[in-house]
């Protein structure tokens, strides 16, 4: 079992960045994929990223792809996400997730396959 906490959220204007982080408890962090979702007022759980357990294989949402990264620090069981050029709609609950579900990087991008959750942190993108 692995417990999720994020961090990193906050107020940025258009354009700027921010760097979130998703530390996770336990020893066998390194077992799990791991990936990002958002979440925006009124709106479903979206995809946002996803990394897998060695961190060598990655996966984007197409609404990010250029301008988020996601990486992982087995070492420091932490996983991060690289906002850059953010824009107002990337405003949402960005939620962390977890995965001991041997899956193809690209099935990680369905909210189903993850068991694990954090509480999320709000990212605000002023215009």
């Known amino acids: 079992q692995v417990q999720l906490v994020e961090s990193g959220g906050g107020l940025v204007q258009t354009g700027g960045s921010l760097r979130l982080s998703c530390a996770a408890s336990?020893?066998?962090?390194?077992?799990?994929?791991m990936g990002w979702f958002r979440q925006a007022p009124g709106k479903e759980r979206d995809f946002v990223a996803a990394v897998s357990w060695s961190g060598d294989n990655t996966y984007y949402a197409d609404s990010v792809k250029g301008r988020f990264t996601i990486s992982r620090d087995n070492a420091k069981n932490t996983m991060y996400l690289f906002m850059n050029s953010l824009k107002p709609e990337d405003t949402a609950v960005y939620y962390c997730?977890?995965?001991?579900?041997?899956?193809?990087?690209?099935?990680?991008?369905?909210?189903?396959?993850?068991?694990?959750w954090g509480q999320g942190t709000q990212v605000t993108v002023s215009s």
């Open positions: 336990g020893r066998t962090f390194s077992s799990y994929a």
């Open positions: 997730a977890a995965t001991s579900r041997p899956r193809q990087i690209a099935g990680l991008r369905y909210s189903t396959e993850y068991g694990y």
